[in-house]
């Protein structure tokens, strides 16, 4: 981010444009919906600066801009359609200490206009640091038809009566009482009565929400897919954006962190294998403690929740607490790892089922059906496996899987430096200590990138005897 948003304090405050022609007037539409005092210097005004200027909307000084003309000024804009003339001005400007923007000329600008929705007291500023304008406009024109004119008089309204509002207890109750007032009674009471409504709606709505029992507590656990934001469920957007608190495992991505409302408490409450972790108590006095007073918890997880990642546990503590919980599922890391190599989890004709297992539990490197999964044809996502990859090619082949059975490592599935390292069993650790792997990896067994699937040879079938043996 080159250019820091900000809303900029300009009542009564001066704004200085310098020049005569169109492009000045192009500004002039936007800064004249402000309460700034605006004063415009031009040796040639065009006509519509003269007329606004006799309406008392601006102050029209019939000269080039000189120094000094810039002292106190909040902006100055060089918009003079002349390129050596702006420079001029934004040197005299820089020099009287004023932030300048030259139009057309996002180098040389200290500070940019951004595309403006316009729902005063309600302002949404759109900017692409130059980058796309065309972009920018398609995201207005869109906001500006989803957002309905009387957004900006149901806002005044609340603006005054937010003093009131504050015999609710700030966080959660007060949310919801503005909630319940910007997105339900106003615009029903806009669309029947209009603006004299409005203020009896809010004091009837008020002294509603001050009789409504206190909010109890509750603990969503979500999961957050495996780390591209898009991939996120509807409903984990929803939640993540209600939560008063966010506690998240160190493989949610910044990306997903963000979508948290900015009045949150976020907690990295990670845990690396074999390496510092907060503890699985620790995690679960936390969900419990803000439970309790009243907090709406996301407990917000890498890939899906219900896999690997000590739901019951959290579920029990939850419950012993009597603290409301809902899970929602989310994308797991094998899925999108098989989807970044372009392979399907099951094929017919190759495997019918698809074994989820992890490279390492509470003891240590974990202990699994090896012989069933050194099959010919058996396909498995090991999560957690890049540390235990020796022990785990040891053991499988141990257990007669073939040394060319493929293996894909996938780093950072679905995300944008997600890598995929294509080897074979037999190769699995050698290959693996050969790379740095400072992201989340999971391994796909039996499976490779579909562009090298062609080179492999057929697995080999599986005899009645192996078959008999399966089921002994």
Not at 121 to 126: L, R
Not at 150 to 160: D, F, I
Not at 214 to 242: F, M, N, Q, S
Not at 402 to 422: F, G, H, K, L, Y
Request: charged share 25%; net charge neutral; hydrophobic share 45%.
């Amino acid at each position: 981010m080159d250019h820091f948003p900000i809303f900029l304090a300009v009542e009564g405050r001066r704004i200085v444009v310098s020049g005569g022609g169109e492009t000045a007037l192009a500004k002039l539409r936007i800064l004249l919906k402000t309460t700034a005092r605006i004063t415009v210097l031009s040796g040639a005004p065009a006509p519509d600066l003269v007329k606004l200027a006799d309406q008392g909307k601006i102050t029209l000084i019939a000269r080039a801009f000189g120094p000094g003309d810039a002292l106190c000024a909040a902006l100055v804009y060089a918009a003079n359609d002349d390129a050596a003339e702006d420079a001029r001005v934004a040197r005299l400007a820089r020099a009287d200490g004023a932030l300048v923007n030259i139009v057309d000329n996002l180098e040389d600008s200290a500070f940019i206009t951004p595309a403006i929705v316009d729902r005063d007291p309600v302002t949404i500023a759109i900017g692409t640091e130059g980058a796309a304008p065309v972009l920018a406009r398609a995201i207005k024109a869109d906001l500006e038809e989803h957002l309905p004119v009387s957004l900006g008089l149901a806002a005044r309204v609340g603006k005054a009566f937010r003093k009131a509002a504050e015999a609710l207890p700030m966080g959660r109750k007060r949310r919801d009482f503005w909630a319940d007032y910007y997105f339900n009674a106003a615009p029903k009471v806009v669309e029947a009565q209009g603006a004299a409504g409005l203020d009896a709606a809010l004091s009837e709505l008020l002294a509603k929400h001050l009789a409504d029992a206190p909010t109890e507590g509750r603990v969503d656990l979500v999961g957050a897919g495996p780390g591209d934001p898009e991939l996120l469920t509807l409903k984990a957007r929803r939640l993540l954006d209600r939560a008063d608190v966010v506690i998240h495992d160190r493989l949610v991505s910044p990306g997903i962190l963000e979508l948290a409302r900015r009045e949150a408490i976020l907690i990295d409450a990670g845990k690396e294998g074999f390496g510092p972790s907060m503890t699985q108590a620790q995690i679960c006095a936390l969900m419990v403690d803000h439970g309790k007073r009243g907090a709406h918890v996301v407990r917000l997880k890498g890939g899906d929740p219900a896999i690997f990642s000590r739901l019951d546990e959290e579920i029990e503590a939850l419950e012993a607490a009597g603290i409301a919980w809902s899970i929602v599922p989310g994308i797991t890391a094998a899925s999108a790892a098989a989807a970044g190599i372009g392979q399907a989890l099951t094929k017919r004709g190759r495997n019918a089922s698809l074994r989820i297992v992890t490279g390492h539990d509470m003891k240590g490197f974990a202990e699994q059906d090896w012989r069933g999964l050194a099959r010919p044809g058996t396909v498995a996502a090991i999560y957690m496996g890049a540390r235990g990859a020796r022990f785990i090619q040891g053991r499988l082949m141990m257990h007669g899987a073939d040394p060319a059975t493929p293996v894909t490592a996938v780093e950072n599935a679905s995300r944008t430096d997600m890598r995929s390292i294509a080897t074979t069993l037999g190769q699995l650790a050698a290959t693996l200590e050969a790379e740095v792997l400072t992201g989340p990896v999971i391994l796909l067994y039996g499976l490779c990138p579909r562009t090298a699937e062609a080179a492999l040879p057929l697995p080999h079938p599986i005899s009645l005897a192996d078959r008999k043996e399966e089921f002994a």
